[in-house]
Nanobody, 121 residues
Framework: QVQLVESGGGLVQAGGSLRLSCAAS????????MGWYRQAPGKQRELVAT???????VYKDSVKGRFTISRDNAKSTVYLQMNSLEPEDTAVYYC???????????????WGQGTQVTVSS
């Protein structure tokens, strides 16, 4: 079975920075896109940023210029560097991966357990 394990959340003041990490483990054949989503209380889960295996990135408009997504394919890990954090960024952040297990004919969608990011004003 594939697991995504996140780390790096926490409490930070507005204007501060945090770096989230998400490592995929299991019997993995290939990893396609990986990304970060977030869900604030009372709101729907939303895309923050994604990155393909080739390095193409997509960002939510409100985080462009502040957040940077990257990945280390050798470590099956994706990162989210978050700078100039704002109270509106407060949410549970979830890692997502489109991953094909060895001996599987197709890729499936996997989620991490989530990590809390709280930005105080």
């Amino acid at each position: 079975q594939v697991q995504l394990v996140e780390s790096g959340g926490g409490l930070v003041q507005a204007g501060g920075s945090l770096r989230l990490s998400c490592a995929a483990s299991g019997i993995i054949f290939s990893i396609n896109a990986m990304g970060w989503y977030r869900q604030a209380p009372g709101k729907q889960r939303e895309l923050v940023a994604t990155i393909t295996s080739g390095g193409t990135t997509v960002y939510k408009d409100s985080v462009k210029g502040r957040f940077t997504i990257s990945r280390d394919n050798a470590k099956s890990t994706v990162y989210l560097q978050m700078n100039s954090l704002e109270p509106e960024d407060t949410a549970v952040y979830y890692c997502n991966g489109i991953i094909r297990q060895r001996y599987s004919a197709s890729a499936s969608n996997y989620w991490g357990q989530g990590t809390q990011v709280t930005v105080s004003s």
